[in-house]
């Protein structure tokens, strides 16, 4: 049975994926490893290129997810895939140096620790690859929050690349939000206190080829994972952002609507037409930009795709929001609790329906 399982989630990583099971061979020679490639049904073909490695190299799994998304819930379910007792999550795309995870495997080994990071920001360590100066600022700040919030003394608790007991993290599994990449935060705030960490310096190196499919807007998913942590429960953290971008796109509809009416236009239905259809717009970009970055639709026709569905979607949640808010207005003579009943019927289907049609399954 294999020692330690090799977890490497990906997304368009075809061309590093030879090369990065090559480096991983020579860096545990002597172990007893596999590698499972969780992939998100790359365009490029990346699943294909990992079946055909594995066909030679019975170490190599693959680990193919059709109409799913998302970085946290590729690494559990690798997590879960494994009969391995440890597990290393890495990148595949060659930031992360393989060459580390003897020594980290080797300090959960003696029982130095249950959790080895490799932290960018150790002495020794250096976070060259990130691609600019902001994200290099912007993971420091995050990194101050995390330590905050899990109480570990971590310099890097945003980092990507770990090595852990695999029951430790199925044992978490069902409580891991698996929104996101924060993962190792998810994994250090529930196990609050009872992981010994250890880190290991890294030179966090540039990605081979392809491009970051992360902008890894640190900051914000920090805040996100926290709003997760706490009120995850009670109104979903996707929900949460689409609503509060909702809200903006209101604005939006007013500013639109006022620079139209009566200046420019004196017909109201004109101008309230196309501030609903700026607002509507302004919220598909801000959604997919943000409430939905870890699914971003990327491609062209993806988006103009997306953006018709999403204009759709809406329409009927107004129409929804109008009935509703008519009928309870007819009924009880109230007309904010009407105007209140009316926006959250229509916000909660407008969610339902572009969660499942825009930005779900075969959505790209
Ligand atoms: N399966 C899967 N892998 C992902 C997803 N997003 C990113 N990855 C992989 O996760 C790793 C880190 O992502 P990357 O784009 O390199 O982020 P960066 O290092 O912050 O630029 C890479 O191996 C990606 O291919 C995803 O949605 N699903
Ligand atoms: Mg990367």
């Known amino acids: 049975m294999p020692e330690i399982a090799v977890i490497l989630p990906t997304l368009n990583e075809r061309e590093n994926l030879a090369p990065m099971i090559a480096r991983i061979e020579a860096a545990l020679a002597g172990i007893d490893w596999e590698a499972i490639v969780v992939d998100d049904d790359s365009p490029d073909g990346t699943a294909d290129e990992?079946?055909?490695?594995?066909?030679?190299?019975r170490r190599v799994s693959v680990i193919h997810r059709v109409g799913r998304r998302g970085l946290a819930s590729a690494v559990i379910e690798g997590v879960c895939a494994t009969a391995a007792p440890v597990i290393a999550v890495m990148d595949a795309d060659h930031q992360h140096d393989p060459a580390l995870i003897p020594q980290m495997l080797e300090k959960l080994r003696v029982g130095e620790a249950d959790l080895v990071v490799a932290s960018r920001f150790a002495e020794g360590g250096s976070a060259q690859g990130l691609s600019s100066a902001n994200r290099e600022?912007?993971?420091?700040?995050?990194?101050?929050?995390?330590?905050?919030?899990?109480?570990?003394?971590l310099t890097d608790p945003m980092s990507g690349y770990f090595v852990i007991g695999t029951e430790r993290v199925?044992?978490?599994?069902?409580?891991?939000?698996?929104?996101?990449?924060?993962?190792?935060?998810?994994?250090?705030?529930?196990?609050?206190?009872?992981?010994?960490?250890?880190?290991v310096p890294m030179q966090f190196g540039q990605r081979l080829a392809g491009e970051s499919k992360l902008d890894r807007a640190v900051a914000f998913e920090f805040?996100?994972?926290?709003?997760?942590?706490?009120?995850?429960?009670?109104i979903p953290t996707?929900?949460?952002?689409?609503?509060?971008v909702g809200g903006a796109g209101v604005l939006v509809h007013l500013a639109v609507l006022s620079m139209l009416y009566p200046g420019m236009t004196a017909t109201f239905w004109k101008a309230q037409a196309i501030a609903t259809f700026s607002a509507m717009s302004f919220n598909f970009w801000l959604n997919n930009w943000l409430?939905?970055?870890?699914?971003?639709?990327?491609?062209?026709?993806?988006?103009?795709?997306?953006?018709?569905?999403?204009?759709?979607?809406?329409?009927v949640g107004a129409l929804a929001n109008v009935g509703l808010a008519s009928l309870i207005e007819a009924l009880v003579g109230h007309w904010l609790l009407a105007a209140i009943a009316g926006i959250v019927v229509g916000s909660v289907w407008n969610y339902a329906l572009s969660n499942r049609f825009v930005w779900g399954r075969g959505s790209r």
């Open 50 to 57: 990992a079946r055909m490695l594995a066909r030679t190299n």
């Open 137 to 153: 600022r912007g993971s420091r700040i995050a990194n101050r929050l995390a330590r905050m919030l899990t109480g570990v003394e």
């Open 170 to 199: 199925r044992a978490l599994a069902p409580r891991l939000s698996g929104i996101g990449f924060k993962i190792l935060l998810d994994i250090l705030s529930l196990s609050r206190g009872q992981l010994r960490v250890a880190e």
């Open 223 to 234: 805040l996100a994972g926290l709003y997760e942590r706490y009120f995850g429960r009670i």
């Open 238 to 244: 996707r929900f949460a952002m689409f609503a509060t």
């Open 291 to 315: 409430t939905y970055r870890d699914k971003r639709l990327r491609t062209l026709p993806a988006f103009v795709r997306g953006w018709a569905l999403f204009c759709a979607a809406c329409s």
